[in-house]
């Protein structure tokens, strides 16, 4: 959507996501995945497969070498059925991949459903979204995860990593020779300072990792890169103990353009309602307590839809079903995004549209789910 007045401006970031209306959807059969549910109202049920949803293979293979203050993979929800009892954080160690062999099996088993599927009733528009821990920090499962997807080359219109860059500093041979052949659209690589010292406080690296210092950080996004990636694309969260206000997002834009950086998405910590998750939990205070909202950077990008700042650009929005955003042209070299999103819209949205699939999380027990919890929205079980 683009807004063309300053009524339609204020009402897109007012409203955001209520805003978002499902279009084009694949019918499908529940059984395609082999999977009948746990209790019989769930059985051959109809899901409807949104076209443009990602598919995103879990990454833990190992603990993240990172320890973002802010990383939502150390959020606990409550228990559904019993409030007082917390679920195990999707970081926690026993949540790991264990066996390769059985879990590649799997999810090979889920690529070939999904290509018959595409074969049989046109594309999805599906794209891969390579998350989770960090993809790179154990490079075997990197390259096993590579060649299956080299296996699979018309299975996605879109390949993007996420990423903190630490395996193409640490086992950089190893990650580079994986990627050669894939031809990723994009990485977005999460950075959320350009200075090293202010960085390390927020993002915590094990003190080994090489990508932690700035002179290596910003060799390989210069250098390594650019060959493997179309895109070289920033992810930096909004808080207060880093970026949070317009001067600094600036100096940060000022030093991705000069690494090359196509692209930057400046995020405002997710919103998490009172329900549903631990509040004592430390990752949860630490988000409430360093919040900036995107709002009010955006009244300094763009008070009103004719008062843009100097050397900004407005874009378009794009209003999805738990995120809003606003792009931005920044002196003419690189796009700048702003968003915001919200864990109790992605909550309603499952309540709003039963059995609509937005997304397909394989999970490292095998579970399909459109869900980031293993063990919620289950569509299919691989071993
Ligand atoms: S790099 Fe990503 S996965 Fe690792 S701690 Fe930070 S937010 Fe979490």
Redesign the pocket.
Known sequence: MTATSDEELIRMRQLKSSLYEPKLMTPLSSEIFNWQGSDASEKNKILHVRNGLTFTPYAFARI?N???H??S?NLERMQDENPSSKKKMNSYPTKRIKDYDQYFKGLEKSFQILDNIQKEKGKLNMGLSLSG??ATSEPNWFQRFCELLERYPDLFDEKVLYS?GSGFALYAQEVVDSLKNLNFDRIEL?RQHFDEQVNQKI?RFEKVQPIRLNDIYENVTKNVLPPLFKVVKNSCILTKAGISNIEQVEQYLEWAINLGVKRVVFRELSVIGEEGYDNQNKTKRWIDENRVTISSVLSQVAPTFSNVRKNFNYMFTTIGYYYMNESYRYKDSIDVIFETSSYDALASSFDKYPNVVNKLIFHPNGNLSSDWEQDSNIVGKFF
């Open positions: 993240c990172a320890n973002c802010f990383c993979e821990l960090e903190n999460s993002m």
